[in-house]
C-alpha cells in the first residue's frame, strides 16, 4: 500500500518548480462552457436593482421547490442520459404502434391509456435501477436492469389492465414486453460493438491530495469500484501545499491531467481549507474524505470504507449540453444518409486519382486528452506522415499547429476536396460515435499537443468539433494563440444559438471555397 502511494508522490515530482506564481492571476484550470454568458446575465440582474434581484430569489425557490417534489428516482436520471432515455421510450413506442395495427387491433383496446401507463411505469422502474445514471456499466449490467424493469413494468400494467377491461387478454402485453426487452437490448450490444470499448463513456477524471494512508483509501477504493465514472489522474502529498507554489500546481496539474474534481484527503485543516479554496476557484468539484469509517448516511458519499463529504459542486450545463448531443446524432446520422451517393463518388475518384487508401486515419486527441481516430478522405501522398517532419522548417503557421500552402504531398483530387471541405465529411461518423461534435474546436495530432503550453490546455475542455469559431473568423490567421483564444471564447460563450451561427457561417464558407 506504501510503495503505492510513493510511485504515485514521485509521478506529478516533475511538477515542483522553484518559480512564483500568482495562483490569483493565471486563468480557472477548469473552463465551464457557457460560463461567460451566465455571467453576464448575472451582472445585468445585478445592475438593475431590487427588483432583479428579487426576481432571480424567487427563481431560485421555485426551482429548489420543484426539485424537492420530484420524485427520487428522477434525480437519478443524468442530463447526459436524455438521448438513451428517449431511444428507449420510442423503441417501445414502435413496437406498441407496430402491435396495434389493423391485424392486431385488440392490443390497445382500452385506448392510449394502457400505452402512457407502460411508458411512465417504465420509465420510472428504469430511472429507479439507475439505467440512466452516468457511469460505467457493461451492457450485461443493461440488460439486467432491462429485464427487472420491463418485469415490473408488465406486472403492474397488466393489474391495471385487467382492472379497466376484466376482459382483456394479458397475452399481448406479455408479447410486447418480451420484444421490448429484445430491442433495447439489442441496440445497446450494437452501440458497444460500433463505439468499441475504449468510448464506452467520458470518466471523471479525480485528484487526490492528502496525506498517504487515507489518499491511498481512497484511491484504492475508486480502483475497486466497477460502476463508478471516477479515473483517479494522481495523487498529491499533502506537504507540497505548505509552500506558496502547492496552490499554483494544483492549477497546472489540474489543466495538463483535465481533472474534474479534487478529492482531500488530508486530517490538516489549514491544508483542507487552501486545496478546498484552490480548487472551487480552478472552477473543480471538491469532496472531503473522511477519517472515520463509513456509516453510509445520504448526505455522504461513500467509496468502500471511505466516507466523502461534499464541498462544492460546479454547476455544468449539462441539459444544455444533453441537447447538443441530440442535434449532434439527429444532424449526423441524417447527412451521412443524405450524402451518401456523394460518399461513394468521392471515394471512386480518389482511388482512380492515386493508389493507396480511400480514408485517411489518424489520431488525434480530444475532449480532456481522450485519444480517438479521426476520419478523413485521403487528400495526400500514402506517405505524407512520413515526410511531415521534413516539411517543418516550412510551416506557415505560429505555434503548436501545421500547415503549409501548396503543400507537395497533396493530389490533384485532394486540393479540391479540401477547398470545398469534402474531405471532412467522414467526420460525421465520429459525431455519431460521439468522439466529436458538428461545432467545436479544432482536435489536433498527439504531437501537436505535446508542443501546447499549459494554458493552451484550455481547448481540450470541450468536445471537439468539424467546424469551430476558429473556422470561420480567423482561418487564414497563422497564430495559434489566435486560435487558442477564439477556442476559449467559445467554449465560455457556448449555447445553442452559438452553434447555430456557426454552422450557417461554416456552409457559406464551404460554398464559397474558402477552406483550402
Keep these: 500500500m506504501a510503495e503505492r502511494a510513493t510511485v504515485l508522490e514521485f509521478e506529478y515530482s516533475k511538477h515542483v518548480t522553484p518559480i512564483a506564481i500568482d495562483a490569483e492571476k493565471i486563468s480557472p484550470a477548469r473552463l465551464i462552457p457557457g460560463s461567460d454568458a451566465r455571467s453576464r446575465v448575472e451582472q445585468k440582474s445585478a445592475s438593475l436593482g431590487e427588483g432583479s434581484a428579487s426576481a432571480e430569489f424567487s427563481l431560485k425557490l421555485c426551482r429548489k421547490f420543484v426539485s424537492q417534489l420530484l420524485p427520487e428516482s428522477l434525480k437519478l436520471f443524468h442530463p447526459s442520459m436524455l438521448g438513451t432515455a428517449v431511444l428507449d421510450l420510442s423503441l417501445i413506442s414502435l413496437v406498441f404502434w407496430i402491435a396495434s395495427a389493423p391485424h392486431a387491433p385488440h392490443l390497445i383496446a ?101 496525506d498517504s494512508r487515507l489518499g491511498q483509501e481512497v484511491a484504492d477504493a475508486i480502483r475497486c469500484d466497477p460502476l463508478s465514472d471516477r479515473c483517479l489522474r494522481g495523487f498529491l502529498p499533502e506537504h507540497q501545499f505548505r509552500d506558496r507554489f502547492g496552490l499554483a500546481m494544483l492549477g497546472r496539474i489540474a489543466r495538463e491531467e483535465c481533472i474534474d474534481e479534487v478529492i482531500v484527503a488530508s486530517t490538516d485543516v489549514q491544508v483542507a481549507e487552501s486545496v478546498i479554496r484552490a480548487a472551487r476557484r480552478n472552477q473543480l468539484d471538491v469532496r472531503l474524505a473522511l477519517n472515520v469509517e463509513a456509516t453510509g448516511p445520504p448526505q455522504v458519499e461513500t467509496f468502500g470504507s471511505v466516507a466523502m463529504l461534499k464541498i462544492h459542486e460546479q454547476q455544468l450545463p449539462q441539459w444544455q449540453l444533453a441537447g447538443k448531443r441530440i442535434a449532434d446524432v439527429v444532424l449526423a446520422s441524417t447527412g451521412l444518409l443524405v450524402v451518401a451517393p456523394l460518399l461513394l463518388l468521392i471515394a471512386a475518384i480518389i482511388k482512380l486519382d492515386s493508389p493507396g487508401p480511400v480514408l485517411y486515419r489518424a489520431e488525434r486527441v480530444g475532449q480532456r486528452g481522450h485519444r480517438f481516430v479521426c476520419y478523413k478522405f485521403r487528400t495526400m501522398a500514402p506517405q505524407a506522415d512520413a515526410e511531415k517532419d521534413k516539411l517543418r522548417s516550412l510551416n506557415q503557421r505560429q505555434g503548436a499547429f501545421f500547415k503549409i500552402r501548396n503543400d507537395p504531398r497533396v493530389t490533384r483530387v485532394g486540393d479540391f476536396l479540401r477547398r470545398y471541405s469534402f474531405d471532412e465529411l467522414p467526420q460525421l461518423w465520429n459525431v455519431l460515435r460521439g468522439e466529436m461534435s458538428l461545432v467545436g474546436p479544432r482536435p489536433h495530432p498527439p504531437d501537436d499537443v505535446e508542443a501546447y503550453s499549459v494554458e493552451d490546455m484550455q481547448r481540450l475542455d470541450f468536445v471537439p468539433g468539424m467546424t469551430g469559431l476558429w473556422q470561420v473568423t480567423a482561418r487564414q490567421d497563422p497564430s495559434f494563440e489566435r486560435s487558442v483564444a477564439l477556442d476559449v471564447e467559445y467554449i465560455t460563450r457556448w449555447n445553442l444559438l452559438l452553434d447555430f451561427r456557426i454552422l450557417c457561417k461554416t456552409v457559406a464558407a464551404v460554398l464559397q471555397g474558402s477552406g483550402a
Excluded: C
Design 110 to 210: 382500452s385506448g392510449g391509456y394502457s400505452f402512457a401507463f407502460y411508458l411512465v411505469t417504465f420509465l420510472f422502474f428504469a430511472a429507479q435501477g439507475e439505467l440512466y445514471r452516468a457511469g460505467h456499466r457493461t451492457v450485461a449490467v443493461e440488460r439486467f436492469i432491462i429485464i427487472k424493469a420491463i418485469f415490473w413494468t408488465t406486472v403492474l400494467a397488466s393489474i391495471a389492465l385487467k382492472a379497466m377491461s376484466p376482459q382483456e387478454r394479458l397475452l399481448p402485453i406479455f408479447l410486447i414486453s418480451g420484444v421490448s426487452v429484445f430491442i433495447l437490448t439489442a441496440v445497446r450490444w450494437l452501440w458497444s460493438t460500433v463505439r468499441g470499448a475504449n468510448s464506452a463513456f467520458d470518466p471523471h477524471n479525480v485528484l487526490v491530495v492528502g
